[in-house]
């Protein structure tokens, strides 16, 4: 499986971030429930593109225990192996996605990305993470819109940021203002992803669906 | 499937995914504040005691609560193996087979949406003697609907649904002040003597007692949720059964006991003609003479807010039922879409909204009556509805277990088997007594247009399943999953495996 490429590029989960939170004040532009699934899958996405784990069959399966680079990465994946009894696909989604905006966000914090705010409302501390460069937190968007002009398929990592996107409900967030075209591509785009990664997706599309029907924000 | 671990040790996920869990009495809440029992009290069993004129309306509240609880035994059993398990078209796919599901979904989205556009009709009512009281006049009842029409409409889009326990508290209100009310109708019996006379079936097995089982099962809609908390309650196999069989004798102890005292503070000889002239106004009216004043404020007040979750939360459902059926592709897949902020079913929540301001306008500029021929004839219809997707379901029960075995005798057979049986009697008896149901003379072609609007929708719902067997096989895969359906579509595509699935896929 490829890797990205690119060393300066953002992780997939802190892209995936970028976009749902892409506002000069931090705001979320995606619901709590959906944000916290595709983060969640975003998280295990990045472990399968580094080929630490695989998902088949409604499973995830730990195919390689090396410690991953990246500390939230390592976190997860120690979670992964240390309770290697549940295995569910979407059991793992709805269990990271409870912490995921948080992990993913003190991730980015500590990347100098985003800088973490307290506030205080009444009797409850809300945390949220602010842009520290504007054009450094639209990046991710742009160059997804950028990546969909273009003729040539979009990277396996580009692809299921992607899928993500889909899957959480924000392709209007990113596609506002493409054409028919990108539509087009974007379309294409998920079926053609390798298989652990579009079950991923489809696991997420329906984790955020059943997330709808519950009624629960 | 590996083994799981049988050493019990601490597990994270499970402890971090067990926070939050149901009991059995937060999925009876939920249960019952769908249910909205003021309006059903105060709005249906009144209007029906008008307009059906039989007087056997308590004993049908105990005779379906009986069925009812027949039909869960099978039903609860057959909820723990279905995905999308809130939906009656669900069961109906996996039963009986994808083509029957998709008739059942249009058969469903009819039902659903004509109980809810009734509602509009008795809101004017309803918040009549309200705004009497705070400006000493009201609007015209289409004014009234149209406000709570935007209200609705807002609160869909904004995903608001209302607060947990604020739905709990106006419950509890308004089933206390039932009670209240029905000790008031206890303590002042007509000619001086509580009388049984209306509890005893010759009134119930009369020409019009198809039309008053009807209303009963109008009276339980919403008894079939408790099922959509399988994942969320803290112990499925317990907690969902649980629930399902208290919500059923809750529903049925209330609304048989309201609707035999009423029986018993006007007279059972008088409470046909009574209720047909004070309809919706009766019980206050009751509760003006025999509890003063401020009962009756309470009791108004309460079912204006009673009308108005009823109308919130069957919008709320008629578009996740929308939304579902969007997700599987089987309506167009726009349905499927939810805003993002808000996580509302957008598409669906207007297309609800749309249909309701319809009906406003459609009743209003025709001058048609909101009560009886909006809120009753539509609450009615969508009961039938709502009864025959309860029979099919129990149909395809029976067949889900003879296919997949599992469970007792009981629960996989005797049981569904019996409500079969009960539940095909009752609709053979509504067809028959269709004009009575409605209040209409027998001779009044609504009698069966309205009752074949679902066969129709049912054959054309069948139709189009077998169109997209052929057309789409990758969407005719996915019926009857609702939201699980994006899970299930890669499953099936890897299966035809050459097939490129991307061709389907459809935004």
């Known amino acids: 499986m490829d890797t990205p490429e690119r060393e300066d590029r953002l992780l997939i989960a802190d892209e995936f971030f970028l976009i749902a939170h892409n506002d000069t004040r931090g705001k979320a532009k995606l619901h709590p429930a959906a944000t916290g699934l595709g983060l969640a899958a975003g998280l295990l996405g990045e472990l399968t593109l580094y ?135 974007l379309n294409v785009l998920i079926p053609a992803l390798p298989a652990p990664l579009k079950e991923l997706v489809g696991h997420t599309e329906a984790a955020v669906g059943a997330a709808v029907l519950r009624g629960i924000p | ?149 935007a209200l609705v409409g807002l609160l869909g889009l904004l995903r608001v649904d209302i607060n947990g326990l604020v739905l709990a508290a106006l419950l509890v209100a308004e089933i206390v002040v039932i009670l209240v009310f029905d000790l008031g109708q206890l303590g002042n019996p007509a000619d001086g003597q509580v009388s049984f006379a209306a509890l005893s079936p010759d009134n119930l097995f009369v020409p019009g007692v198809g039309a008053v089982l009807v209303l009963a099962i109008l009276g339980f809609v919403g008894f079939e949720s408790a099922v959509v908390f399988s994942e969320e309650s803290k112990d499925p196999k317990r907690t969902v059964p649980l629930a399902t069989y208290l919500s059923v004798a809750i529903i ?9 005292t009423m029986t018993v503070a006007v007279g059972p000889d008088k409470i046909v003609a009574e209720a047909g002239e004070q309809s919706v106004g009766l019980i206050f009216n009751l509760a003006a003479a025999q509890l003063g004043d401020t009962a009756v404020t309470i009791g108004q007040v309460l079912f204006l807010t009673s009308v108005l979750a009823a109308m919130i939360s069957f919008h709320n459902t008629t578009a996740r039922y929308t939304f579902a059926l969007g997700r599987e592709r089987v309506l167009p897949a726009v349905f499927g879409q939810t805003s993002p902020r808000t996580g509302s079913p957008r598409a669906a929540s207007l297309a609800q909204s749309v249909l309701g301001l319809l009906v406003i306008l459609l009743y209003t500029v025709n001058g048609w009556d909101p009560v009886v021929q909006l809120f009753f004839w539509g609450g009615t219809t969508g009961g039938f509805g709502v009864l025959l997707l309860i029979a099919t379901t ?99 595509a890897e299966q035809q495996a050459p097939t490129p699935a991307g061709a389907e896929v459809s935004r």
Do not use: K
């Open chain 2, 1 to 149: 499937m590996p083994s799981t671990s049988t050493v019990d040790r601490p597990s994270n996920v499970s402890e971090a995914l067990a926070r939050g869990r149901l009991g059995v009495p937060s999925v009876i809440f939920f249960v019952l504040s769908a249910a909205a029992p003021l309006t059903v009290v105060a709005g249906v069993v009144t209007t029906g005691y008008g307009v059906i004129g039989v007087t056997g309306i308590p004993l049908a509240f105990l005779v379906v609560a009986a069925v009812l609880a027949l039909f869960s035994v099978g039903y609860v059993a057959m909820s723990r193996r279905v995905e999308n398990a809130g939906a009656f078209y669900a069961y109906i796919s996996r039963g009986i087979g994808r083509p029957a599901g998709v008739g059942a979904a249009w058969v469903a989205l009819i039902a659903y949406n004509a109980l809810q556009v009734g509602l509009y009709g008795t809101i004017g009512v309803a918040a009549e003697p309200v705004l009497d009281r705070i400006f000493g006049g009201h609007p015209h009842w289409s004014i009234v609907a149209l406000v709570a029409w």
């Open chain 2, 252 to 260: 049925a102890g209330l609304y048989a006991l309201s609707s035999w």
């Open chain 2, 394 to 492: 129990s149909v395809a029960v029976i067949a889900y277990f003879v296919r997949h075995g599992g469970e007792t005798l009981w629960r996989r057979a005797i049981a569904p088997g019996l409500a079969t049986i009960a539940l095909v009697v009752i609709i053979w008896l509504a067809v028959s007594n269709f004009a009575d149901l409605l209040g209409v003379a027998p001779d009044s072609h609504l009698r069966w247009a309205l009752p074949a609007v679902y066969p129709v929708a049912a054959a054309l719902g069948v139709a189009w399943a077998l169109l997209l067997r052929n057309n789409r096989p990758d969407t005719y895969a996915r019926i009857g999953l609702g939201a699980a359906s994006a899970a299930a579509a890669v499953r099936t």
């Open chain 1, 51 to 185: 080929g630490h784990i695989t998902v088949s069959g409604g499973q995830v399966s730990v195919i390689d225990r090396r410690p991953p680079a990246d500390a939230l990465a390592h976190t997860v994946l120690d979670q992964l192996i240390g309770e290697s009894q549940h295995r569910a696909v979407n059991v793992w989604l709805s269990f990271l996605a409870q912490s995921a905006t948080t992990s993913v966000g003190e991730r980015l914090a500590r990347a100098g990305v985003l800088r973490r705010q307290e506030s205080r409302r009444l009797l409850r501390t809300s945390v949220s993470y602010l842009p520290i460069d504007l054009n450094a937190v639209a990046w991710p968007a742009t160059r997804l819109r950028a990546l969909l002009d273009r003729p040539d398929p979009p990277s396996v990592p580009d692809a299921l940021l992607l899928g993500l996107v889909v899957a959480a409900g924000l392709t209007r967030e990113v596609l506002w203002s493409a054409g028919p075209r990108a539509h087009h591509r």
